[in-house]
């Protein structure tokens, strides 16, 4: 071991320099590196949220309101389909119910052939598993109670909870950083989660707001044939429903449930003010389609009222004084500026295709991150000298230096990793950072340890040094292995944070721990080796 | 003088497992107290321990002034105005900084109800700065929580493995009996001293298993190496031959790992001090463990077959080797 391989000599030395040169924005400052071609892109070791301060937001879809829109979508489409078949099927009651859903046969004598067209025209495949297995998207049965319904396999389930979270992620980016600029980082997690880290983010208030409205903008005609008593009551014919508005005067529209359209045939929107009374409204424009049906939609029913409706509430119910073909319009609604601005920017968003709720909130404000930082670096430093001092007091000037040497490279090549991968370093992550230099010197000494057992047992200091490599290295392997699946097992299951940065620290620290306590230090007992030649190791 | 590992006794002789009976039996109580420590009051889903919001769900605020003292009663008597129950108030700092720690009341979202208390809390002290807000709706307490119990057991069935892969299923056992025991007495510290249990502190517990565990092979593999050089040392010697030979390792390894947590734990501030004191305890037990509850278990489990051999262990013994 004491003839250590050139291939050997030269993998130390360039993993050392670029290690060094990778983890060189951490000490040098950013003015000294700007004029540096290499180093001027490289960037330092990313903080985590409880170091930087920052907000963790973790969003849930709501996966039945989600359900419920597409089942609702599915009775429409059972009731077109027996409307159009030839001969006609009539029906009487439909609606949703325990995840199914469901309507009635005038005639009960029609279910076979309602089930078969509805499951020739509805039911699409999909894929199912690997394999090319398909399934019927939706199947339909005839319940013992005589009703036909449809239920959506679980697959089909499962893809749409997938397509509607890759949804609410593309909305949510889309809302708090149109621009694409911010370090705010949206992921899924699991099947139905959304988790938003904003490092940084002072006011999470704001940005909970930006993120957690549906936004769902509905345009519906009002239902004139409700009487203000009637309305009062509660009492509306189906398909007309009660929608509050913030209007003492009128505390309740009633409004056919059918939206005419939605936030999604809208083109634009943008702030501005009402050209007579100067209030703040948010104009929109429709695009073509849009602008057609509103067109057809105003001029058939001029004089009447429509409602603007956001996420089921009514904004504003206007008179329809003339057909509107133009394709834009404006929303005036008691708003300010601000509140214009927002409902603009959300619309420009587009809505999230089902509501979110947050299931977990972390936010650290910018000073208690400021004093973790410092804290973590007083007391890394402070662990540092002390135990590199009781090394060179355990093991003497040259031994204790060598693994002083070994643990300032580890360090390195640790803050080289972070700073690569872009890994976080969280506050726990320091601690693991302190801990794994401090078992990194148990490597050294494992090393140390053996060759004096050796020493003592008669040999020579060559053989005794070559004895003591190839015998630790066993037991230093053995160790990391146990750190490494410890520090793993943490990493799959710990949820982004604090804990996942320390099992990273400690992932990359058993790396570096062994190369540096296997190679640096073998690498430095050859040179010292071959240059004094001693008679008896400095440590026997 | 220098370097001091001159100082350290070239051999040490010390009769380790005279001792294990006694020390044996303590380790069983102090399991047993543990058990008892964390289990009472049955009480789902954290009984003796003091979990955070991370397992129990609702929410944690922290707040500072800009160095008014704040009125904790004011405080109690806001958040009750606002429906929440069970609540901690408590001062730290100069009195200007403030936690509240409350459950989510029943079928409420924590989210919102977070969102009205600091609302509610601006309303009535003026001008504070929230540090820290934790919220964490039931749902995900409860996924934690199984998380933290597989992450802990996989990480020990993890260990069980390797050991019995590299050394057999006798050592891996007293491995595994070693390591639960020390898993053990860290939760039992963490009821005893009501620290908060949190994620980080599930962290903390799998790098001690991760670090006792590393503490065992080094012993068990010396062991096994001696038993491969005397074949005819009785067990218990054996024993006590490969922990003296071991010893100088275990102080200078235990010693540096101690003095960077006990920093930490000094200097590293409120965040890192449950997490440095747990990790410092468990070195400590973790290494006591090695030399009396994993190694003794070697004995029981019938690698103490030798036993019947007649050798005595001696200098000579000792030294006499190619």
């Known amino acids: 071991m004491l003839n250590v391989a050139p291939w050997r000599i030269w993998l130390v030395i360039i993993v050392t320099i670029v290690g060094l040169v990778v983890a060189s924005p951490n000490f040098v400052p950013q003015s000294y590196r700007a004029n540096i071609p290499v180093l001027k892109d490289l960037k330092p070791v990313n903080l985590g949220l409880d170091l930087q301060g920052g907000a963790y937001l973790l969003y849930q879809v709501d996966v039945k309101a989600l359900e419920k829109q597409q089942l609702e979508a599915a009775v429409d489409d059972m009731a077109r389909v027996l409307r159009e078949a030839k001969p006609r099927i009539s029906y009487t009651g439909r609606g949703v119910a325990d995840g199914a859903a469901r309507l009635r046969l005038v005639n009960p004598a029609d279910s076979p052939r309602a089930l078969k067209l509805l499951s020739d025209e509805i039911a699409t495949d999909v894929q199912a598993g690997g394999f090319g297995r398909t399934e019927k998207s939706i199947s339909f049965t005839q319940t013992p109670e005589g009703l036909i319904e449809g239920r959506f396999s679980k697959t089909m389930l499962e893809q749409s909870t997938r397509r509607a979270v890759d949804q609410s992620r593309e909305v949510i980016m889309r809302r708090i950083d149109p621009g694409g600029v911010s370090e705010t980082s949206v992921q899924r997690q699991g099947i139905d989660r959304i988790v938003v880290q904003a490092p940084g983010e002072q006011d999470p208030e704001t940005l909970k707001r930006r993120i957690g409205q549906t936004a769902r903008l509905t345009f519906h005609l009002v239902d004139h044939n409700v009487q203000p008593q009637d309305a009062a009551a509660g009492r509306v014919p189906p398909g007309t429903v009660l929608m509050p508005q913030d209007d003492a005067r009128e505390p309740f529209v009633a409004v056919k449930e059918r939206a005419i359209l939605s936030g999604d045939d809208l083109n634009s929107s943008n702030p501005s003010f009402d050209q007579q009374t100067n209030e703040p409204v948010v104009s929109f424009k429709f695009d073509g389609r849009g602008a057609r049906i509103f067109g057809q939609i105003t001029l058939a029913n001029t004089g009447k009222r429509f409602a603007v409706v956001l996420d089921g509430k009514v904004i504003t119910a206007p008179n329809i004084n003339e057909p509107i073909l133009g394709g834009s319009g404006q929303i005036s609604g008691n708003f300010t500026p601000e509140s214009a601005k927002e409902l603009s920017d959300l619309l420009n968003a587009g809505a999230l295709p089902a509501p979110l709720a947050i299931v977990e909130q972390r936010s650290v404000g910018p000073g208690l991150g400021q004093d973790a930082i410092e804290a973590g670096q007083v007391s890394t430093m402070i662990a540092g000298v002390l135990v590199l001092v009781f090394m060179i007091l355990a093991y003497g000037l040259l031994f204790g230096g060598i693994s002083v040497i070994a643990l300032v490279v580890n360090g390195i090549l640790i803050l080289a990793a972070m700073s690569l991968t872009g890994a976080a370093l969280t506050l726990p992550g320091v601690a693991g950072l302190i801990l794994t230099l401090a078992v990194a010197l148990d490597a050294n000494v494992l090393i140390y340890e053996r060759m004096r057992d050796e020493a003592k047992a008669g040999r020579a200091p060559a053989i005794a040094i070559d004895a003591g490599f190839s015998r630790a290295i066993v037991t230093i392997l053995d160790a990391n292995v146990t750190h490494l699946g410890a520090a793993l097992i943490m990493m799959s299951l710990a949820p982004p944070g604090p804990v996942k940065g320390f099992a990273w620290t400690l992932t990359i620290g058993v790396f570096t721990s062994v190369f540096t306590a296997v190679l640096v230090t073998q690498l430095l007992v050859a040179w010292w080796f071959r240059a004094a030649r001693p008679k008896k190791l400095p440590i026997q | ?322």
């Open chain 2, 1 to 322: 003088m220098w370097p001091l590992i001159k100082f350290l006794p070239e051999k040490t002789s010390f009769k380790y497992v005279a001792l294990a009976p006694v020390l044996c039996t303590l380790s069983l109580l102090a399991c047993l107290a543990s058990l008892y420590l964390m289990l009472v009051p049955f009480q789902p889903p954290c009984a003796g321990l003091n979990c955070g919001v991370d397992f129990q769900g609702g929410t944690l605020i922290e707040l500072s002034t800009k160095g008014e003292e704040v009125d904790l009663g004011k405080l109690r008597t806001l958040l009750a105005d606002e429906g929440v129950g069970d609540v901690q108030v408590q001062a730290f700092g100069d009195g200007d900084a403030v936690m509240v720690k409350f459950e989510t009341p029943e079928g409420q979202n924590a989210a919102a109800i977070a969102d009205r208390v600091k609302a509610a809390i601006t309303g009535e002290l003026g001008e504070v700065t929230f540090d820290r807000t934790e919220v964490v709706g039931p749902q995900v307490s409860n996924e934690l929580l199984w998380k933290g119990v597989i992450a802990l057991l996989s990480g020990i069935a993890l260990m069980l493995c390797y050991i019995w892969f590299r050394f057999g299923l006798t050592f891996g056992l007293g491995a595994v009996i070693a390591l639960a025991h020390d898993v053990l007495l860290t939760f039992g510290l963490f009821a005893l001293t009501d620290m908060e249990f949190t994620l980080v502190a599930v962290g903390s517990i799998l790098t001690i298993i991760g670090y006792s565990i590393n503490d065992k092979i080094v012993v068990l593999d010396r062991i096994r190496e001696n038993l491969r050089k005397y074949k005819k040392m009785p067990m218990r010697d054996l024993i006590d031959l490969s922990v003296n030979e071991t010893l100088s390792r275990t102080i200078i390894t235990g010693v540096t790992g101690l003095m960077a947590l006990g920093v930490m734990a000094f200097y590293g501030g409120e965040a890192l001090f449950a997490f440095s004191v747990a990790m410092a305890f468990g070195i400590v037990v973790g290494t006591y463990s090695s030399i009396y509850v994993a190694a003794p278990i070697l004995l029981v489990l019938g690698i103490g077959k030798r036993e019947g051999a007649q050798a005595k262990v001696s200098e000579e013994n000792a030294v006499q080797l190619p």
